[in-house]
């Protein structure tokens, strides 16, 4: 039994299922976009909810899953890819994403699309799968050589399949958004929370100087 798990199964006043990090709320404040938001993790935030399809029919796997634990399903009320969004710049005064940036082919693309969409000084805040704590934990970190690649080769008009085509551990996506110039303001290690497989990213709108 790791030591994680001796905390949850002993004190599990420390990790209550629906709790939100603090982060989530201190900036997601105002009215932004949640990318792929699901019924039974409600974040409780002011967002329009961007998916690429409604969820509403029996057999789709996002269906079924808040289905099985909410006993609904989210209304999504921009029908859209994450990446391509039908709003104007800067109209927004956050986006938040929860386990949704590594199901983008091209995760670059999906983070330059928030950024636009995102007021002058404000924020792009994501809850990302650290691979070692997930099924993910046998791959290789994803290189920066695939993210260019895919990034170069990416044709938002094509259909990819729904998987995580991208892994990072907190330290290699520390080195992704360096490569990319995004002002990464805040890093989270969420182990000790409802969130454990997980790590906490916010990045402000505007770009650090290489």
Avoid at 25 to 33: A, E, H, P, Q, S
Avoid at 34 to 60: C, M, Q, R, W
Avoid at 67 to 88: Q, T, W
Wanted: charged content about 25%; overall charge neutral.
């Amino acid at each position: 039994m790791t030591i994680e798990n001796f905390l949850r199964k002993h004190f599990r006043a420390f990790f209550p299922p629906d709790s939100v990090p603090g982060f989530v709320k201190k900036y997601c404040k105002g009215k932004g976009l949640e990318i792929g938001a699901a019924a039974h993790h409600d974040f409780k935030i002011n967002a329009l909810n961007v998916d690429y399809t409604s969820h509403e029919e029996p057999g789709d796997v996002y269906y079924e899953e808040q289905m099985k634990y909410a006993g609904c399903v989210k209304k999504v009320d921009i029908i859209a890819r994450g990446d391509n969004i039908p709003l104007e710049d800067s109209s927004v005064d956050f986006v938040f994403s929860s386990h949704s940036l590594e199901h983008f082919y091209d995760p670059v693309s999906a983070i330059d699309e928030w950024l636009r969409l995102v007021k002058p000084g404000k924020y792009v805040v994501m809850i990302i799968p650290h691979k070692e704590r997930t099924f993910d934990s046998n791959k290789a970190c994803t290189s920066i050589a695939e993210f260019e690649k895919k990034h170069k080769e990416y044709d938002k008009n094509a259909k990819y399949i729904d998987m995580h085509h991208s892994v990072w551990t907190t330290e290699s996506f520390i080195e992704f958004a360096k490569h990319y110039n995004y002002n990464v303001i805040k890093v989270f290690n969420l182990v000790f929370s409802c969130y454990s497989n997980s790590f906490g990213v916010v990045i402000q709108k505007g770009r650090q100087s290489k």
